[in-house]
């Protein structure tokens, strides 16, 4: 028996982002569900259960960060949002309110797709996670405490090590710089966003090949990308 399409809710006001998102989504194996408005949205959400959620923050019947407050109120659903607003601070208000990323119009339908299909794959994994989080040629067995690119293990340094490994728990999504101070450093080095740009400098440097899966997010934190090896 095939498997049912994982169901996608777009709640988004622009008709053209749905003339656009619809057929793409089924083109890669989606179900959309449409919504215009956030209350529709939220109806849909409780009463469809969506496997992830496009979120726009301009939407006309309520400011998208109110939606996604109300959303997280009632779902762990995994929450993309799609949005014209590229400044920093909204970003992590955003992130901070519950979402799981970020992606900002215009966005590039691979890179939304790519995003999408981390975000149900964690989501259908969180579950069971397992100790060992593999992406491209990079291994992290965080029960053993070893990371080893192509094969090759990595001589890390104790705070490397709590670095990536922060990094490897949430894999595909964008990490705060705040968070990663606190697990890392302790709630008093909170605001010593130097210490984090010197070490992940580090961290990039010993990653080698693997270096492009370290992704900067400008102004909010860092992202570990998930790859098919």
């Given at each position: 028996m095939t498997a049912a399409p994982l169901s996608i809710l777009v709640i988004d006001d622009e008709p053209q982002i749905h003339r656009f998102l619809g057929p793409a989504l089924e083109a890669?194996?989606?179900?959309?569900?449409?919504?215009?408005?956030?209350?529709?949205?939220?109806?849909?959400?409780?009463?469809r259960g969506p496997a992830c959620v496009l979120l726009d923050l301009g939407l006309p019947d309520m400011d998208g960060k109110e939606a996604l407050a109300r959303l997280r109120a009632f779902s762990a659903v995994p929450i993309i949002i799609i949005s014209a607003r590229d400044r920093e601070a909204e970003k992590v208000a955003a992130l901070d309110a519950g979402a799981d990323?970020?992606?900002?119009?215009?966005?590039?339908?691979?890179?939304?797709?790519?995003?999408?299909?981390?975000?149900?794959?964690?989501?259908?994994?969180?579950?069971?996670?397992?100790?060992?989080?593999?992406?491209?040629?990079?291994?992290?067995?965080?029960?053993?405490?070893?990371?080893?690119?192509?094969?090759?293990?990595?001589?890390?340094?104790?705070?490397?090590?709590?670095?990536?490994?922060?990094?490897?728990?949430?894999?595909?999504?964008?990490?705060?710089?705040?968070?990663l101070l606190t697990e890392v450093w302790g709630p008093a080095h909170v605001e010593d966003n130097q210490y984090l740009r010197v070490y992940v400098g580090q961290l990039r440097a010993k990653l080698g090949e693997a270096a492009r899966l370290l992704r900067t997010e400008p102004g909010v934190g860092y992202r570990l990308l998930e790859e098919v090896a």
């Open positions: 890669a194996g989606y179900a959309p569900l449409r919504a215009e408005t956030a209350r529709e949205g939220l109806r849909l959400a409780a009463a990323d970020y992606v900002e119009k215009p966005f590039g339908l691979a890179e939304l797709l790519a995003r999408l299909r981390a975000q149900t794959r964690r989501a259908l994994l969180s579950e069971v996670p397992s100790p060992i989080v593999t992406t491209g040629p990079l291994q992290v067995d965080l029960e053993r405490r070893v990371a080893r690119v192509a094969g090759v293990e990595l001589s890390l340094t104790p705070r490397e090590w709590d670095l990536l490994a922060a990094l490897a728990r949430d894999l595909g999504r964008v990490v705060m710089q705040r968070r």
